[in-house]
């Protein structure tokens, strides 16, 4: 029996792009390479409250909201652009940007965009190195922001 409607399977995991305005020199935003990207998080804190004339029960009302640290890696090149960036911020100089990580479909097409606004880099991470291995280099940068925004 053959299937019939619109398949709607999810995206890979593997194919996207990471967006940064402003760092790179030749003025493109779009940075190929990363191997990995995490910490696409938003919570808020949870503020407990109970009013005196109720018995039990405690009320949870919303707090702050929170956005964790984006964390990005890829392999270590001759390019220095984000040490570069986060030098800015060790020289007190702090350059906050906005910036995307781009989920692409199958035809390489943008499917969703996690928007991220008033980043920096908090932490740049080099390479481990180790004679007796043959793996990649790889650098990592953590991007604090002050929001994430999904927009499809």
């Avoid at 990995?36 to 039990?56: A, F, K, T």
């Avoid at 984000?82 to 692409?104: E, I």
């Avoid at 080099?126 to 291995?133: E, F, I, K, N, Q």
């Avoid at 793996?135 to 929001?147: D, G, N, R, S």
Wanted: with cysteine; net charge negative; glycine share 10%.
């Amino acid at each position: 029996m053959a299937a019939t409607g619109d398949r709607n399977d999810p995206y890979s995991a593997f194919n996207f792009l990471v967006e940064i305005d402003g760092v790179f020199p030749d003025g493109k935003a779009v940075v190929a390479g990363f191997s990995e990207v995490s910490g696409l998080e938003s919570d808020s804190d949870v503020i407990e409250y109970r009013n005196g004339n109720e018995d039990v029960t405690k009320r949870k009302l919303p707090g702050l909201n929170k956005f964790t640290n984006i964390t990005l890696k890829r392999g270590f090149t001759k390019s220095a652009d984000l040490w570069k960036w986060r030098k800015s911020v060790t020289d007190g100089k702090v350059q906050r940007l906005s910036g995307a990580v781009v989920l692409l479909d199958e035809a390489r097409a943008p499917a969703l965009r996690y928007n991220f606004r008033g980043g920096w880099p908090s932490k740049w991470t080099g390479p481990a190195l180790h004679a007796g291995t043959s793996e990649v280099a790889i650098e990592t940068l953590e991007i604090a922001c002050e929001a994430i925004e999904l927009e499809q």
